[in-house]
């Protein structure tokens, strides 16, 4: 008898395993064809491997029902007609199209609902009833950005409201005291700077706890040079108090790059520098501070010296200040000193705002200046700026994605002769537009005009080289009035290499000499994220409108930017 049975159920698991092997059709019916064309509608899964998977198809087609108003749909049968083929009936019965829903307009504020219905009235308001899961979800979600993470809603006293439509009353549920933050706690970088809590994020004690606006906000620890987010928010509550655990560490925020050459003036006998020199430091002293130091020696006898100082939030207060000290000199013929100061005020994240006062020097070293247009100047202005910033973390390569800087200055120009009121406008903007994850555009605008009655040689704009038109000499043109368009097709070969091309343009006028001219540049390069640091290179040939290319005015740029 024992081996009979051991018989069978090995015969069965045979018999069970190549039915479960085979495709078991579904085809469900309604009590009428309108039923069925309702039904089909659903899209559900016609094909299933057996039966367990066709009872739970059934029950999904059921509450899909439900949820667009057959709430009293039925199930009559289920029958096998073959070995391959199963049947059901459902009877769909009256569709429900709304529902009036009554609250208490102590628990719900009319201004959500409005969000959700475009019939809200006293006590009550109606919705499409394909509308409520979402509209319920959305309410909460309202409720809980109160300050009320834990509310629950419901519909009671459901029925029938004027043939096919339903009515239900609106409960809420939810603990009657308010959330706030009580305290944010730091883990991993506890040297954090507050202020970027308060004014950067937006995130400060006393606030009401709002947990999907808060996780939005920490996002933004990512696009901060010297943190990142190791580790999701967590949230601890206690009966009376909410506490944010933020898990940090500090990055690597400094950055270096240039060649420096130095030697013996075999005139002076004094010891000269040459070559380039960008040092970015940020964030060192644990305050979000940013110290640069630019130093520039270029082959036509000029050399240009810049610092700049960031200092944000001040005080524990939105407001920092921008100081900055720039001296050029051109050979033996002049010297300029700018000295400015600036203060700012962070609007959010991505916008900000400046202003301050600027002073110039130039000085006049030639002896004898009649054949050029020399003379020793001062300047003061008043400037306004607007900066927007929009980071892309996610990408290496191209940390930024968008960037805007727009500044306005106005002042007076004093000679030893006369003064005269000036203005100056500049625009630093670039965009890149990402068509997929290895193609991309960018584009970078930077142009400025001097607005004045006359104009000295040694207060006009310099530009061209690696940072401006490519293919040309550092800083080799001069213009009272100046726009460049830099454009580049990249593809990126992996996170860390990618290839592009360098086409270029400007438009220049010089006052003092009466001259305007156009100018392209064209090229290639390609970028390598190392260890050290991102190695880019450029080779671009640059001509002026109506020149010829000629090989001989191709300029090779290399450079390593190094992390540190």
């Known amino acids: 008898m024992q081996k009979t049975g051991f018989f069978f159920l090995i015969l069965y698991m045979f018999l069970s395993g190549k039915v479960s092997g085979q495709n078991i059709y579904l085809k469900i019916h309604g009590e009428t064809d309108r039923e069925t064309k309702t039904i089909d509608s659903l899209t559900y899964s016609k094909i299933n491997t057996d039966y367990q998977s066709i009872t739970l198809e059934i029950d999904s087609v059921q509450k899909a029902l439900f949820k667009i108003g057959y709430i009293e749909n039925q199930l009559k049968k289920i029958h096998q007609t073959n070995d391959s083929l199963f049947t059901a009936k459902i009877h769909l019965k009256r569709k429900f199209n709304t529902i009036y829903i009554y609250y208490n307009k102590l628990n719900v504020d009319a201004s959500i609902l409005n969000l959700v219905s475009d019939h809200v009235f006293e006590n009550y308001f109606i919705l499409p009833f394909g509308d409520i899961e979402t509209a319920l979800n959305y309410i909460n979600s309202k409720i809980s950005e109160k300050g009320f993470p834990f509310s629950k809603l419901k519909l009671s006293n459901i029925e029938v409201h004027k043939e096919n439509n339903l009515k239900a009353t609106l409960v809420t549920a939810s603990k009657k005291q308010k959330r706030t933050i009580n305290q944010i ?109 630019l130093y520039k020696s270029d082959e036509n006898d000029q050399k240009t010296f810049r610092t700049d100082l960031t200092l944000p939030y001040l005080f524990k207060s939105p407001i920092g200040v921008d100081l900055q000290l720039q001296i050029f000199k051109k050979d033996s013929s002049f010297t300029t000193t700018n000295q400015l100061i600036k203060l700012h005020y962070q609007l959010n994240s991505r916008h900000k705002i400046y202003s301050g006062i600027s002073k110039t020097e130039s000085n006049n070293l030639l002896t004898n200046s009649s054949a050029s247009n020399l003379e020793d100047y001062n300047t003061s202005y008043f400037s306004f700026a607007y900066e927007f910033l929009k980071p892309q973390s996610y990408n290496l390569l191209f940390p930024v994605n968008s960037r805007i800087y727009l500044e306005t200055n106005f002042g007076d120009r004093k000679l030893s002769s006369n003064s005269e009121k000036q203005s100056k406008i500049s625009l630093d903007a670039f965009k890149i537009i990402n068509f997929n994850v290895k193609n991309s555009v960018s584009l970078k605008i930077n142009s400025a005009m001097l607005i004045s009655d006359t104009y000295l040689e040694n207060e006009l704009f310099r530009f061209g080289g690696i940072n401006s038109i490519r293919g040309f000499e550092e800083n080799s043109l001069i213009a009272s009035l100046y726009g460049v368009l830099n454009t580049e097709y990249r593809y990126q070969l992996s996170k860390t290499i990618f290839v592009h091309s360098i086409i270029d343009g400007a438009y220049f006028e010089n006052k003092t000499l009466d001259q305007k001219e156009k100018l392209f540049g064209y090229g290639f390069g390609f970028g390598i994220l190392t260890k050290s640091g991102l190695l880019k290179f450029n080779y671009a040939n640059g001509k002026s409108q109506g020149q010829k290319f000629e090989l001989s005015n191709s300029k090779i740029h290399i450079s390593l930017t190094a992390n540190f």
């Open 185 to 293: 706690i730091l883990k991993g970088y506890e040297k954090f700077p507050k202020s970027y809590l308060n004014y950067y994020l937006k995130i400060k004690p006393s606030q009401t706890f709002d947990l999907n606006e808060i996780k939005r906000k920490t996002e933004r620890f990512s696009d901060l040079k010297f943190t990142d987010q190791i580790k999701p928010l967590e949230v601890l509550f206690s009966k009376d108090s909410t506490s944010l655990y933020m898990y940090l560490e500090k990055t690597q925020s400094n950055t270096f790059d240039g060649f420096l050459g130095f030697g013996t003036n075999e005139e002076t006998g004094k010891l000269e520098f040459d070559g380039y020199l960008n040092l970015d430091l940020t964030n060192n002293l644990n305050f979000g501070e940013s110290f640069k130091l």
